[in-house]
Nanobody, 121 residues
Framework: QVQLVESGGGMVQDGDSLTLSCEVS????????MGWIRQAPGREGEYVAV??????YYPDTVRDRFTISRDNARNRVYLQMKNLHPEDTAVYYC????????????????RGQGTQVTVSS
């Protein structure tokens, strides 16, 4: 059973930075595409970053502000977020799947419990 555990969420102010971490267990980490999905109340879910090997892919809403990376030796994936805005407030979920597109379409095979990120103005 693959398990994903996020950490690093919290409350920050407009313009601040934050880094999320996700530890994966129970599977062969290097085989998975990894990503981050966020869900805000009253809004549709949105993928914010995906990575297969070393190149990250992002939607326009976060490109140039968010950076995804992975450490296959530690079974971890990270999301560095800078210049955060109140509209980035959401629960951020770590996601894993054999295909990037499944994460981008919000249908990953595995998802963590989420970590709350709140950005105040």
């Amino acid at each position: 059973q693959v398990q994903l555990v996020e950490s690093g969420g919290g409350m920050v102010q407009d313009g601040d930075s934050l880094t999320l971490s996700c530890e994966v267990s129970g599977g062969t980490f290097s085989n998975y595409a990894m990503g981050w999905i966020r869900q805000a109340p009253g809004r549709e879910g949105e993928y914010v970053a995906v990575i297969l090997h070393s190149t990250g892919y992002y939607p326009d809403t976060v490109r140039d502000r968010f950076t995804i990376s992975r450490d296959n030796a530690r079974n971890r994936v990270y999301l560095q977020m800078k210049n955060l805005h109140p509209e980035d407030t959401a629960v951020y979920y770590c996601a894993a799947d054999s295909m990037i597109i499944n994460i981008q379409y919000l249908r990953p095979k595995y998802r963590g419990q989420g970590t709350q990120v709140t950005v105040s103005s």
